[in-house]
């Protein structure tokens, strides 16, 4: 189905192309051959200039704003809106995506979190209470 739009741009350009053959046959003389060559191309003119160029593509659409997808207690999904304190295994079974895939379609900085903070802060008080990370003393 043709948009209205579309389809007033259309009626537009052959009313405006009929009156501008008239005018200008009025005043100049044409062979009869090259007349119909004349009105295609007049047309196709016409219809070009009075059809709104559409908006180029910009890409896929965040489900959420960037700006509002990290919060201290999860970090949002920009590809479906889900909540996770840590999203880095859903990236992979669910899109099929590393973080720096992820990162690089949403054009998202390499410093944004896969791990909401207060998550990765209770994670880091964990292993440094369990003394996780340091290198064992020799005997």
């Known amino acids: 189905m043709i948009p209205p739009a579309a389809e007033r741009a259309e009626g537009n350009a052959l009313s405006w192309t009929v009156d501008i053959i008239l005018a200008y046959l009025a005043r100049n ?12 191309d007049l047309h196709d003119v016409l219809e070009q200039i009075s059809t709104p160029e559409r908006p180029p593509e910009t890409g896929p659409r965040p489900a959420v704003p960037i700006s509002l ?26 899109y099929n995506l590393t973080p720096e895939e992820y990162r690089e379609k949403w054009g998202l900085p390499a410093s944004y979190p896969m791990i909401a903070p207060d998550y990765a ?15 064992s003393k020799a005997i």
């Open 29 to 40: 003389s044409v062979d009869s051959q090259a007349l119909p060559k004349l009105i295609a």
């Open 69 to 94: 997808s990290v919060t201290p207690d999860y970090i949002v999904c920009l590809e479906d809106g889900r909540r996770f304190k840590s999203m880095k295994r859903y990236l992979k079974s669910a």
């Open 121 to 135: 802060a209770l994670c880091s008080a964990r292993a440094k209470s369990q003394k996780l990370g340091r290198r």
